[in-house]
């Protein structure tokens, strides 16, 4: 067992003594190793990669700056568009202020607010009325070169300002080299149309008499302003007790008053309009005098028309435009004829000076026809004259107004008459006789016209016939001039709509084509 022992240990003693000479001798074989060949190996890759990423992240940037490009492009032609949209597309405004109290009621102030969007409402209605009547007007009379908007102007108690605050946008984000170039646009394109600032006034400790006041003005400052106040008709004799000044009753006053004042208010501003769009055409000064008197003439009529039912101071209003378009257009005819139609409205309700206003429209209605080219036209003119005359109380005039009624009478078929104004103020002059002659016994006598009240209301139900638009149909019910001949004036109107709908061409007959179906009519309601 020993010797095994022995055996055992000398061989390895033996095996590991040549193992550690080898390690102890130096080698070139393992030096010869290349070292420097490894980092070689790792930094090559590293190179190519940032070479890599170098060229993605210029290839990155080129993109983001071709997009952003490409936005600022497009959204630079979205800009301009909408820039254009709003210098193109910019309309007349129409700002209308809540009202402001000076009637010394500080109690209406409360109130204010309320009573300013119902003037609002009032007004849009009044402006309709007004755009139609300036339609029929011009397709009937002129001026045919003035083209009415579709759409009307809604008013507002705020300006319109997107055109001014988008310009203000662009300032800040342009260059400043750009800068005077949004600054001319803001002046070359302000903002256009008509401001209203309303007032409400009294007058008398007990607030006796109340009123409206409106001042008009242009915003871009091309057509003058205006200050006009439409007071109450009447004066009240009221005390510090009594019920019309409790602040209840003050505002039910200025509501009433609102009536007139918006009619006022609807045909200023729609003859402003008309003013401000004199064609460019008009170079020399009588066509631009003859366009402005034809405007004055159809705002003279449309106030005249308005007295009888909006107030009184309307008939001041229409004479004072009727002289203006006379000494506009001095050769014309019709505002001579409207001036005397308007002198003899005021003067049937006048008592006082009711004569001398006839007179007055007498000398126009001469002067009118002196200078009317047209005979149909001439006739309407002879019969306002003889109606003028009728109510003159002069006998001799009378008498002159009765001969001039039978000359056009004498030579002339009613029934193929298609002016249908001249026959309604055929009937005008007939029914007057009937009121005139009726209320002194010795003018009933003298001169009375016989058949007077038969020949009033055939010739009106001949006219309201031949008015196919039915303009006349609403007023003839409520003409004081009509008020002898217009019992069961409801039946005629039920039976002439009945029978204009089985005859729908019955407007354009005439003889006894047109005479045998009104002749039915009349029958139908007995006014044979």
């Given at each position: 067992m020993k010797a095994r022992i022995s055996l055992i240990i000398t061989l390895l003693v033996f095996s590991s003594s040549p193992v550690l000479a080898q390690t102890a001798q130096p080698r070139p074989k393992p030096t010869e190793i290349s070292a420097p060949s490894q980092p070689i190996k790792v930094t090559k890759p590293i190179s190519d990669f940032t070479k890599n990423v170098e060229t993605f992240d210029k290839s990155l940037t080129g993109i983001v700056f071709t997009v952003a490009k490409v936005v600022f492009g497009l959204v630079s032609i979205l800009v301009l568009y909408r820039l254009l949209l709003l210098i193109v597309y910019r309309s007349s405004q129409l700002v209308i202020d809540n009202f402001s109290n000076a009637?010394?009621?500080?109690?209406?102030?409360?109130?204010?607010?309320?009573?300013s969007q119902s003037a609002r409402e009032r007004l849009v209605r009044e402006m309709k009325g007004v755009h139609s009547r300036v339609k029929e007007h011009i397709e009937s009379t002129g001026p045919r070169t003035y083209q009415a908007p579709n759409?009307?102007?809604?008013?507002?108690t705020t300006p319109e300002q997107r055109l001014s605050e988008f310009l203000a946008s662009l300032s800040e984000f342009t260059p400043d080299q750009i800068d005077p170039i949004v600054h001319i646009l803001k002046v070359v394109f302000p903002p256009y149309g008509t401001r209203v600032t309303s007032i409400l006034q009294s007058q008398g400790a007990y607030h006796n008499r109340l009123g409206i006041t409106f001042e008009?003005?242009?915003?871009?400052?091309?057509?003058a302003s205006k200050l006009y106040t439409i007071w109450e008709l009447?004066?009240?004799?009221?005390?510090?007790g009594d019920k019309d000044c409790s602040p209840l009753q003050l505002k039910d006053r200025y509501r009433k008053l609102l009536r007139s004042a918006t009619r006022w208010l609807a045909t200023?501003?729609?003859?402003?309009?008309?003013?401000?769009?004199?064609p460019w055409m008009y170079f020399g000064n009588k066509q631009r005098n003859h366009y402005q008197g034809q405007i004055n003439n159809f705002f003279g009529v449309y106030n005249s028309?308005?007295?009888?039912?909006?107030g009184k101071f309307f008939y001041q209003l229409a004479i004072e435009d009727l002289l203006q378009a006379i000494e506009l257009s001095p050769d014309w005819y019709q505002p001579y004829e409207?001036?005397?139609?308007?002198?003899?409205?005021q003067g049937r309700e006048l008592q006082t000076e009711g004569i001398k206003l006839q007179r007055k429209a007498i000398l126009q209605y001469e002067k009118a026809l002196k200078l009317c080219p047209d005979d149909s036209i001439k006739r309407r003119i002879r019969v306002g004259k003889a109606t003028a005359a009728l109510l003159s109380g002069d006998k001799m005039m009378i008498q002159e107004a009765k001969q001039e009624i039978s000359t056009i009478e004498s030579w002339w078929n009613d029934a193929s008459e298609l002016n249908f104004r001249f026959l309604y103020n055929l009937a005008s002059w007939y029914a007057l006789t009937l009121s005139v002659f009726s209320s002194d016994i010795a003018h009933q006598k003298n001169f009375a016209v016989a058949n007077a009240l038969p020949k009033a209301r055939r010739y009106l139900v001949y006219a309201l016939t031949r008015d196919s638009d039915r303009t006349l149909w609403y007023w003839a019910s409520k003409d004081p001039d009509l008020e002898n001949i217009r019992e069961g004036f409801a039946d005629l109107e039920f039976f002439l709509l009945k029978k204009l709908n089985e005859i729908p061409d019955l407007p354009t007959l005439a003889g006894d084509q047109f005479a045998k179906p009104i002749e039915q009519v009349l029958k139908a309601i007995n006014w044979l």
């Open positions: 009637s010394g009621a500080d109690e209406l102030n409360n109130v204010l607010t309320g009573l759409k009307l102007q809604l008013p507002r008009i003005t242009d915003i871009e400052g091309r057509i009447d004066e009240r004799s009221l005390t510090d200023e501003l729609s003859r402003r309009e008309m003013i401000g769009t004199i028309t308005s007295a009888s039912t909006h409207n001036l005397a139609d308007t002198y003899s409205a």
